[in-house]
């Protein structure tokens, strides 16, 4: 069964800095890799999707990258801003079935 | 810009009393999910739906029951709400083919006094 963890579970980091959010997943089997953002009480934002055939995504400040063989993802995130204080989600969904989830990255970026 | 709708968004009932939570989806996705979530916690997949008269449910054993009559809607229903009940439920919608994206609503808040 597929397993998705999240490292780390909390990061506080300043105004301004550069960061990476890590996803781990158990089976290398998998038909694409999503992140998501969710704010407080809200539901999912997808941010990027990564399909098994790419090796990464990009969307402004954004950069996921994905490594099948070794089983990870990470996120990057530019030039940390306050409004980016969010849990981030990683879902990976095994060979076109349903999405597993990881506990997520709980961010906060101090002004 | 995700077309899913969730209704209500927060919703205080008292106990025994039956609940519907809505979701509706206009892009014409065949795949549904009803997810749970805790403040602070994980999501738990409760139920899906591969298409219309299709529904299985998810790795969360739940009281709740859903029906899909029609291709964009997909609602959850609880008979006897209780206070265990309380919690976020979270729709989403997908397509088998293309990219399998996975889009959300924005949650349903029930609390089940």
Known sequence: KQEVTQIPAALSVPEGENLVLNCSFTDSA???????????????????LIQSS???????????????????????????????????????????NDMRFGAGTRLTVKP | EADIYQTPRY?????????????????GHDKMYWYQQDPGMELHLIHYSYGVNSTEKGDLSSESTVSRIRTEHF???????????????????????????????????????
């Not at chain 1, 998998?30 to 990027?48: A, C, H, V």
């Not at chain 2, 609880?78 to 996975?102: D, I, K």
């Open chain 1, 30 to 48: 998998i038909y694409n890799l999503q992140w998501f953002r969710q704010d407080p009480g809200k539901g999912l934002t997808s941010l990027l």
């Open chain 1, 54 to 96: 790419q090796r990464e995504q990009t969307s402004g400040r954004l950069n996921a990258s994905l490594d099948k063989s070794s089983g990870r993802s990470t996120l990057y995130i530019a030039a940390s801003q306050p409004g980016d204080s969010a849990t981030y989600l990683c879902a990976v969904r095994p060979s076109n």
């Open chain 2, 11 to 27: 919703l205080v009932i008292g106990t025994g009393k039956k609940i519907t939570l809505e979701c509706s989806q206009t892009m």
């Open chain 2, 75 to 113: 609602p959850l229903t609880l008979e006897s709400a209780r206070p265990s009940h309380t919690s976020q439920y979270l729709c989403a919608s997908s397509r088998t083919v293309n990219t399998g994206e996975l889009f959300f609503g924005e949650g349903s808040r029930l609390t089940v006094l």
